[in-house]
């Protein structure tokens, strides 16, 4: 089994490129299969464990948010009608399911957040698997576990983040998986999960370009690949555009679109455009170095004051706008 790992991290380092770099296969630390998930279920038993001592915690402001759209969800009211908010609803319809199957509390909400949580740090060893060996995969699950709980992301909240990487790695996986099937359902199935990615937020983006770029790379590397490269993407992009078009049906047909698209769409365009493209470009060039050379933690996570510039009408930079028309229902939230 050991012999059979070594040959494959070998053919890995040599696809790619790195083989002559690639420390060999006969020195690195070696794990058994048994030994390599028995870790990995430590480890999410134990992280699931804290998150369970603290499931009875208050939700935090933005899992009040949506926890009272899930909640009007339930009682048929789409999003947008009474509560709207600059995001895409995909959250919204998570926070739904979570409170129909465990409850609408704070520890029904929690407990969702733990099992996607576990599921997403089992994703990530599969998809570390295919590239680092054994070992190199039990570090990152094991590392993800950890970095999903830390405060300075507010981990142990249900943040839409947490949605956005449940969606995004299964479709990583199934684009690794295409490149060498050649697969055509898996592109398509890849760009389902990346656009459902996005609609749970819409930084999500990012994972839809990361996986045509994927697409791009791989394909173009090998001649023979190239005539099928364009087929490729547009079946990716098909699979990429469902789910916001179903959410845009799903809309039109509850006959909030008008109000959809003003929220998530104009209103949220004029929000972004508060920040200039040149400082953007600063907070990023602040982040950078503070992220990976050191530094204040309170000033990477947080590299420029609260509010922003103007301040004069004392908008954070960082802000939500939310609002909730109270005059049509008498549930104030979960």
């Not at 570090?139 to 993800?144: E, G, P, R």
């Amino acid at each position: 089994m050991a012999d059979s790992e070594n040959s494959e991290i070998a053919a890995r380092n040599r696809e790619g490129g790195a083989a002559g770099r690639a420390e060999p296969a006969s020195e690195r630390p070696r794990i058994s299969r048994p030994m390599a998930f028995a870790i990995v279920a430590v480890v999410i038993l134990l992280f699931a464990a804290i998150r369970w001592r603290l499931r009875e915690m208050p939700l935090e402001r933005d899992e009040g948010e949506y926890a009272y759209a899930g909640q009007l969800i339930l009682q048929g009211i789409p999003p947008y009608q009474l509560a709207y908010n600059m995001k895409l609803p995909g959250t919204y319809a998570a926070y739904a399911a979570m409170l129909r199957v465990f409850g609408s509390t704070p520890a029904g909400i929690h407990v969702g957040l733990l099992l996607a949580n576990g599921f997403t740090t089992l994703l990530i060893y599969f998809l570390a698997r295919r590239r680092y060996g054994r070992l190199g995969s039990v570090t990152a699950a094991a590392s993800y576990a950890l970095l999903s709980t830390s405060e300075a992301v507010l981990g142990l909240s249900a943040h839409a983040t947490h949605f956005v990487v449940l969606m995004a790695v299964p479709g990583i996986l199934l684009l690794l998986a295409a490149r060498e099937s050649s697969d055509w359902g898996k592109y398509f199935a890849g760009g389902f999960c990346m656009g459902l990615a996005f609609v749970m937020k819409q930084p999500g983006a990012v994972f839809i370009l990361f996986g045509a770029q994927e697409i791009v790379w791989s394909g173009w590397k090998e001649a023979a690949e190239r005539k099928k490269l364009l087929a490729r993407l547009f079946t990716y992009g098909a699979g990429a555009a469902i789910p916001y078009l179903l959410t845009c049906a799903w809309l039109y047909r509850a006959g909030v679109f008008d109000r959809f698209w003003f929220w998530t769409f104009s209103y949220a365009r004029q929000y972004a455009a508060t920040t200039g493209l040149r400082e953007g470009f600063g907070y990023f060039a602040d982040l950078i170095p503070q992220l990976f050379l050191g530094g204040n933690q309170r000033r990477a996570t947080l590299p420029r004051p609260l509010f922003h510039p103007d301040a004069s009408r004392g908008v954070p930079a960082g802000g939500k706008s939310v609002g909730v028309d109270l005059r049509r229902t008498g549930k104030a939230g979960p």
